[in-house]
C-alpha cells in the first residue's frame, strides 16, 4: 500500500498558489492539508510533510524558515532570493539537517531546457540579451527566471574565457539599455494577456540563434512543482533549479 504525501500550500490565494492547490487535489499520491495566506498562522502547516511557498520575495524567506524549523521539507517558487537570503537559509538548514528544502526560479520543463540550451551555446557567441515578458501583475523585475539564465550564460562566457558583451553605447540616461545582470543585458516587458515567456538572443557573425519559451498558461509550472514536491523530502539540505531533481545537472 503506498502511503500519501501530505501537502500545504503558502500564498494559497494567489495566482500560482491556487493552481497548486489544484494540482495536489487532483494528484492520487499527495493530500492537500492546509491552505494559507497572508496573515494566516502557519501553526502546524495542517501536518504538512511538504510545504510550497508561492509568496512574495520579502515573505518568503520567513515563511521557509518557519518550515525548515518545524521539520516540515519546502519547495519554493518564489522569487527574490539573493544571496544573503540563502546563506541566512543554509545558517537554519545546518540545524536541521533532515530537511530539504528545493528554491526553483522556473518550474516549467521547457523553460529548464532554455536555460540548459543557454549555457551550452553561450561559449559560442560574442553577443547576447535576455528580453522577458509576463503579466503586468508581477511585482519584481527582471524575473528569476531571466537572472538565473544570465547568471549561468555569464558563468559558461567566463569559463570560455569570453570578455564583456561588445557594446559602444556612450549614452543611456533612461536605461534604454535594459539592466545588466551579470554583465548580461535583461530587458523586461509587462503585457495584459501574457504568464510567462523568455527570449534568449545570441548574435555572431552573419548569424543569430535565438531560444524561447512560453509558458502560456500556469498548468505549465504544474508537472515540475509536483515532482519537486515529490523529491524533496529525500534530497536533505539546500538544492536551488529542480533541474538537478531532473537528471539535467
Ligand atoms: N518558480 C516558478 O516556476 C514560478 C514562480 N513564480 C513566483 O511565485 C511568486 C508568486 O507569484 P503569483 O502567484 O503570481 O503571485 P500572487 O501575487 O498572485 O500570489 C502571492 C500570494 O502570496 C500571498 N502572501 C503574501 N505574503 C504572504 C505571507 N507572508 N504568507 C502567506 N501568503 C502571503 C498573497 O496574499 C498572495 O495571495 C512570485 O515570486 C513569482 O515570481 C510564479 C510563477 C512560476
Ligand atoms: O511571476 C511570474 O509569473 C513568474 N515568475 C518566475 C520568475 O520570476 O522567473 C517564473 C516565471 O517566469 C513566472
Not at 57 to 65: F, G, Q, R, T, Y
Amino acid at each position: 500500500m503506498t502511503t500519501s504525501l501530505a501537502v500545504a500550500v503558502i500564498g494559497a490565494a494567489g495566482r500560482m498558489g491556487a493552481t497548486t492547490c489544484t494540482a495536489i487535489e487532483d494528484a492520487a499520491d499527495l493530500t492537500l492539508v492546509g491552505r494559507y495566506d497572508a496573515g494566516d498562522d502557519l501553526g502546524d502547516l495542517g501536518g504538512a510533510q511538504v510545504a510550497v511557498d508561492f509568496t512574495v520575495p520579502d515573505s518568503s524567506p520567513a515563511n521557509v524558515k518557519y518550515c525548515v524549523e518545524h521539520g516540515v521539507h519546502a519547495v519554493v517558487g518564489t522569487t527574490g532570493w539573493t544571496t544573503d537570503r540563502l546563506d541566512a537559509l543554509k545558517a537554519t538548514l545546518a540545524e536541521h539537517d533532515s530537511v530539504g528544502v528545493l528554491i526553483a526560479p522556473n518550474f516549467a520543463i521547457g523553460a529548464l531546457l532554455m536555460m540548459r540550451f543557454a549555457q551550452q551555446a553561450a561559449r559560442f557567441y560574442e553577443s547576447v540579451e535576455i528580453v522577458e515578458t509576463h503579466h503586468p501583475g508581477k511585482v519584481d523585475a527582471p524575473s528569476g527566471t531571466a537572472a538565473r539564465t544570465a547568471e549561468l550564460i555569464a558563468a559558461a562566457r567566463a569559463e570560455a574565457g569570453l570578455g564583456p558583451v561588445p557594446d559602444a553605447t556612450k549614452s543611456d540616461p533612461d536605461g534604454a539599455r535594459g539592466a545588466d545582470v551579470s554583465g548580461i543585458r535583461v530587458h523586461a516587458q509587462r503585457l495584459p494577456g501574457r504568464v510567462a515567456h523568455q527570449e534568449v538572443s545570441f548574435g555572431g557573425d552573419g548569424e543569430a540563434l535565438t531560444l524561447r519559451h512560453d509558458s502560456f498558461d500556469r498548468v505549465s509550472f504544474m508537472p515540475g512543482v509536483l515532482a519537486g514536491v515529490r523529491a524533496v523530502p529525500n534530497h536533505p539540505g539546500l538544492t536551488v533549479g529542480l533541474e538537478h531533481f531532473l537528471g539535467l545537472d
